[in-house]
């Protein structure tokens, strides 16, 4: 029903991939002023900035205006919120459809001087979820950068002795969270991408799904490696989750281990466009149980699959849909992650995580990463 | 008179730098609510990173809160907008200062429920001007890694031959924005820093301050290298910008050169805590006009000096305060830039640019750059 409102974002592309997603122009770090209503669309830049976007919009027939296109007064012409007013005016739109998270000072000022400012619930570009054949390429190609930084990592850990406390030593010294993490990093720049918050987590810290990791590597410890590289030029995500075990592999890391696989395998076996996504979810949530593996949300901190089994990718890391236990269904295009882990805290968490693409038939893995250590 | 209002954050620190100011917890991409009550901290996270934040705010006593702990109902408990108001009903708060960026859907939220939202006009955090000894030294590495950029830069931009259609040659192959733009990206990932916006444009690019620079290089043009680096660790932002020429120069060119290298002689001289922004950047202005260069800003596209005299820097490459006409005054401790241009649509752009801290006596240089071709 939202469908025929024009809509509005004020921000720059390097903070919102709504606006890189629906401009070819690529503001710098100030906010512009963008506005579509059915094919049209306009754009107000800071008067430095018009010819450049005048370029960037030209195949698209896009409109790009300057301040001080827009009849303001000397001080409005300096506000963003007051360009945005000012477009509308010389537009004649007096209803514009936003995303949650549009800035207030704007809105209040649109809503003062008469603007209905609908604030949308879900996303405002819905049309992101389905990803174009350029997309999926691109994805891909963020994804085959992670598969190669992770074969790095495990050739890295791989190539380690054991030393008396049970640390990993790579060419004498002990090998850290944080030496993986920068290697993989060298081999994600070298492959167009960035991925400054790569997880390489052990033991304990591997319970804690978010946590970054620091420290030791230590043999018979998850060692968590989670990518999600982003592309420097075009900017979608790809992300890949390993965990590998250096050395023997204790029954009780075995066993979540072969918890996370079959999950794995019960949620990729429901994927298909159509499905519900708490299917999937489901699928795996069912696995853990019926191996006797009980969730607790309410413990602290909590234990268990404590998450949900993944979430869509593209410009954004996370972005719609969610697996989880949400009404939404799968569409063919959507690029998905497919994450199950398992969380025990103080001993450590086992994740796998690929990459797919949603197709009529079932899904594609973006890229195949069989790592072994 | 904001100052005893509580401030609210509902933001990621990747997008918000007062968060990342603010709180020492780096979030994920996801959203998470930060309150500020005089010297008390609370953050509401998602239950999976709760541990996470808690270690991050141990040492400054910040108190972090899951939705669950809040008393929402379930609906509620998968809204960020819900987790603020959650968290102000228990902290009995019933005002809050918010960024004119802060997000309408909470905002209404909150309004809603009979919260005041009281939106700034200027930054939430203007203690974040002045930079204190960590801060500076933060921005320093990220200057020395810029300069260091830049020297590579010309090296490589100097090691060439001329062919004649007056493009560069660099081992026999034309020299072209996105060769130099990639060897300065890898000089500045071996200093721990991320640049990809990194301008190199030359001839009739440069006279678009904004225009990041396409194809080949060419003798006797501008070629302006502006080097922004963030520092991957501790987010911290250089700004450096120097104008080079390889060849014999044309008067046209050598004028401009000098008149911006006097514009920054004249501005630079002007700097020391106390002093209007104003008169600063009048300094570089007047320094144009008494050479008889006019600048017309109603231009399509605008020439001469079209943008402001400088910015701060600091989390954000642009943050206050800004070099322009405002009536605000520097102060010791503020990291600034001082980047007078020049530019002549259709022909090129001059733009010599430091970034500096301002003292009580003048100024320091973060880093000296004296790159010659």
Not at 53 to 81: I, N, Q
């Amino acid at each position: 029903m939202m469908k025929n409102i024009p809509r509005l974002m004020v921000d720059s592309s390097d903070r919102n991939s709504d606006l890189r997603y629906a401009c070819a122009f690529r503001t710098t770090s100030d906010a512009v002023v963008f506005l579509q209503h059915r094919q049209q669309v306009w754009l107000v830049v800071p008067l430095m900035e018009r010819e450049h976007a005048v370029a960037a919009l030209r195949s698209s027939g896009g409109r790009v205006l300057a301040p001080a296109d827009l009849g303001l007064c000397a001080l409005d012409r300096r506000r963003v919120s007051a360009w945005a007013y000012g477009l509308l005016r010389a537009t004649g739109i007096k209803e514009v459809a936003v995303a949650p998270d549009f800035p207030v000072a704007t809105a209040d000022l649109l809503r003062r001087r008469r603007i209905r400012v609908h604030v949308v619930s879900g996303p405002l570009f819905p049309e992101r979820e389905i990803k174009n054949r350029r997309e999926l390429l691109c994805c891909m190609a963020s994804q085959r950068a992670a598969v190669t930084a992770l074969r790095v990592a495990a050739a890295l850990i791989r190539d380690t002795a054991i030393d008396t406390r049970g640390r990993l030593l790579h060419e004498g010294t002990v090998l850290t969270s944080e030496n993986v993490r920068d290697r993989i990093e060298h081999v994600l720049f070298a492959h167009q991408c960035t991925g400054a918050d790569t997880i390489v987590s052990c033991g304990a810290d591997s319970a804690l799904p978010h946590h970054r990791g620091s420290g030791p590597l230590w043999a018979g410890r998850p060692i968590v490696i989670d990518i999600f590289p982003q592309h420097r030029q075009h900017g979608y995500h790809g992300d890949l989750t390993r965990t590998l075990v250096r050395g023997p592999m204790p029954a009780r890391l075995r066993r979540m281990m072969t918890a996370v696989c079959s999950a794995r395998q019960a949620a990729l076996a429901q994927i298909r466009a159509g499905v519900s996504a708490a299917r999937v979810h489901h699928a795996a949530v069912q696995t853990f149980s019926r191996l006797g593996m009980t969730t607790d949300l309410h413990a602290e901190p909590p234990s268990g699959f404590i998450h949900s089994t993944g979430h869509g990718v593209g410009l954004d890391v996370h972005e719609a849909p969610t697996l989880g236990s949400g009404r939404n269904r799968l569409r063919a295009g959507q690029v998905i992650t497919v994450e199950p882990g398992w969380y025990e805290p103080g001993f450590g968490g086992v994740r796998i995580e690929d990459t797919v693409t949603v197709t009529r038939a079932g899904y594609q893995l973006l890229a195949r990463c069989a790592v072994r250590l």
